[in-house]
């Protein structure tokens, strides 16, 4: 049996969020708008207009670009793609061909086995979307070219990725880093960013790689696992069989659990790019540059490891907290305001993590919700009660769901209902001896005096729901030693 190396790389396309188009004023948010409404000369292509650069498509390309490790490039050109496809209007697409404004960076990956692996970013580059096709069902198809024109950047990754997994993890991992510092929207529902996957196999000891497939816009992460997953099990049992793999674009049908040929893959001499003649090189001083650096936040790795070393969470807690930034940031929020009433970041880590994100997942809300469901300062007066030892663990749980659910205020409500915690041992002694001399007990008290110590748990859990789990269950144990020991 042959054994096969596997390449893959990705093309992501990503909507640069920006109120208007890539090379005119016309505005770029058409989201449930009618088709074609959000249209204009330049971005339908009429003869005699002229397009002039989005400033703030360029300014987040390039934090992107920063963001991703890569370096900006002073000097950056707008080439013409040519194509004939009704979705263009132009006949050619501008873009950016040997000479984009993003290279050479990379991003960090951690596989299920816990394996960190870098893989490289060969290029970040500008572009305009094209419009959309719909195909009805009767054999007609309609455009829509709202889209058209609107902002794109193109992210190439080197041949780096050798798993679907790997694959699943950068596309993740890209996208995470746009939604972070505000490039993109990262709507992977609306198309805003789009995934093409190149991959090829060939024996392992053969050094020039398989004729390559692309799989085309991929818009889920499961998806592109699953794609790469068909897609190299196909081509190995094609070789295998003694055929050979056609270089070609290939599509992705998520309802057969297959991928199939759509065209033969173009060269790109096909496209027979040229330099945008209406459009001079971008050039961009060190300045302009290390401004844009300078605005970049900290990222999700930096502050995932930040996390780790200054509030001493597990890398697991530390990643699910910095997942999205409005999270790390309410996270961080709370860290502060607990800490006045003398909660450890950990306890509030746990509180998010346990509680939040618990109630978040049964009712179908995202992470960013936590932040309306349970205000900081809601958040922080209730840890602080729990850690001062006003209210016990068990009633602060069911406040948490109670604020989560009806917006109520966690220590509004301690006052109004005292459920205070009782740690009063003559109070508590009472409700002890009401405990033991009740006959459910008799048992557990018999086991107990027979040795078994751990029966005690028995007679708490007693004391415990007759309280209401207002009682302090440290007091009430010794207590119940006492008085198990004196009787
Ligand atoms: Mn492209």
Known sequence: MTAYLVTIGLEIHAHIKTASKMFDGCPADYAGAPPNSYVSAVSLGLPGTLPVLNQRAVELAACAGMALNCRVNQRSVFSRKLYLYPDLPKGFQITQYDEPI?????????????????????????????????????????????????????????????????????????????????????????????????????????????????????????????ALTYEIQRQIETLNAGGSVVQETRGWREDLGRTEGQRSKEFAHDYRYFPEPDIPPLELSAAWIAERKAELPELPDARRARFESEYGLSLQDADLLTLERPVADYFEQAVDAAAV?????????????????????????????????????????LIGLVVKGAITRGVAKQLFEECFDRGADPVQLVTERGLTQISDSDALRVAVREALADPKAAKAIGEYRGGKATAIQFLLGMVMRASKGQANAQVVRSLLEEELAAQ
């Not at 809300?365 to 309306?372: C, I, R, Y």
């Open 102 to 226: 993003c290279s050479d960076g990379w991003v960090e990956i951690r596989t299920a086995a816990g394996e960190t692996r870098r893989i490289g970013i060969e290029r970040l580059h500008i572009e305009e979307d094209t419009g959309r096709l719909v195909h009805a069902d009767d054999d007609s198809s309609l455009i829509d070219y709202n889209r058209s024109g609107t902002p794109l950047m193109e992210i190439v990754s080197r041949p780096d990725v050798s798993t679907p997994e790997e694959a699943r993890l950068v596309f993740e991992k890209i996208r995470q880093i746009l939604v972070w510092i505000g490039a993109s929207s990262g709507n992977l529902d609306e198309g805003a960013v789009r995934c093409d996957a190149n991959v090829s196999v060939r024996p392992e000891g053969q050094v020039e790689y398989g004729a390559k497939v692309e799989i085309k816009n991929i818009n889920s992460f499961r998806f592109v696992e699953r």
């Open 341 to 381: 009433a003398g909660s450890s970041a950990k306890e509030v880590a746990n509180w998010v993590l346990n509680e939040g994100f618990r109630l978040l997942k049964e009712r179908g809300e995202p992470a960013t919700a936590l932040a309306t469901r349970m205000p900081v300062a809601s958040l922080s007066g």
